[in-house]
């Protein structure tokens, strides 16, 4: 397969002014002392860049004037504006800065990867009893998430890391467990293959520890082994193995008594 390397580099200071320049519809010449202090905060990054604009724009420092017609901003409080050195951390502050529930739709969204499509999370959102898609759509006007079609999208792994880490590891497994548990009935009324090994993923993130009782281990078993059969009739063995090898870990001590036809069928 022939390849080709693209090296991406940070923006330099005629960049980022450029940039401000086309966006606030003002000439190079007028934008250039805001571009430097920006070129200075961002380093060039161009994630760090936006971020940085939207902050600003959030906290009054760059403002329309509706009477000058124009965009304005204050150079002394925007150069006195402390800022953290890493962008992961200036994404976790803003996003701490948002409302709760906007907080909790968006590490719900990060447990799925970097995009999940509307119908999912819009199931998922019957099924908790709590908002979600217009905690989204607001993520997404913060600049934070892109909507394309009916799919919603972390514009960079930063941001879905950031938005993951809202939440303390040790509750993570946790709430792993109850999005697949959740997701279950919707995958089989729907007869959604993808929506089934989408819930079986979440569930094996949980892990066992995760499991309240010893029939809900074999409830969780059986998820697995059905995962596994549908991925094997197509013909995606590597995804067969993983759950019929999570499968297996759910089993509790004496499983070959207790549950022998299920042990066999994940065993095989």
């Excluded at 150079?75 to 502050?93: H, N, R, W």
């Amino acid at each position: 397969v022939n390849t080709t390397t693209v090296t991406l580099t940070c923006f330099d200071n005629e960049a980022i002014n450029t940039m401000i320049s086309d966006v606030m519809c003002l000439s190079p010449r007028l934008t250039r002392s805001l571009s430097e202090i920006i070129y200075h905060k961002s380093g060039g990054n161009p994630l760090f860049f936006s971020q940085l604009m939207l902050s600003l724009n959030r906290d009054g420092l760059v403002k329309f004037s509706l009477s000058r017609r124009r965009w304005t901003w204050d150079e002394e409080q925007i150069q006195s504006t402390k800022l953290p050195d890493d962008v992961a951390t200036f994404l976790s502050c803003s996003i701490q800065r948002l409302p709760t529930e906007v907080r909790e739709a968006l590490f719900t969204l990060a447990c799925f990867g970097a995009s999940s499509d509307c119908f999912l999370i819009s199931s998922l959102e019957d099924k908790l009893g709590s908002p979600l898609i217009a905690p989204l759509d607001i993520a997404v006007t913060a600049g934070l998430l892109d909507k394309i079609n009916s799919t919603y999208r972390f514009g960079h792994d930063w941001l879905q890391e950031a938005a993951y880490h809202t939440v303390i590891e040790p509750n993570r497994p946790i709430l792993h467990f109850r999005y697949g548990v959740l997701l279950v009935p919707s995958a089989i009324d729907f007869k959604d293959d993808n929506m089934l090994f989408t819930a079986a993923h979440q569930i094996n993130m949980g892990g066992p520890a995760a499991v309240k009782d010893a029939e809900q281990s074999v409830l969780v078993a059986n998820l697995n082994l059905t995962a596994s059969l549908k991925a094997m009739e197509m013909s995606d063995f590597v995804s067969a193995h993983s759950f019929a090898d999570h499968g297996i870990t759910f089993l509790r001590k004496g499983h070959w008594k207790d549950h022998y036809d299920l042990s066999l069928r994940l065993f095989e």
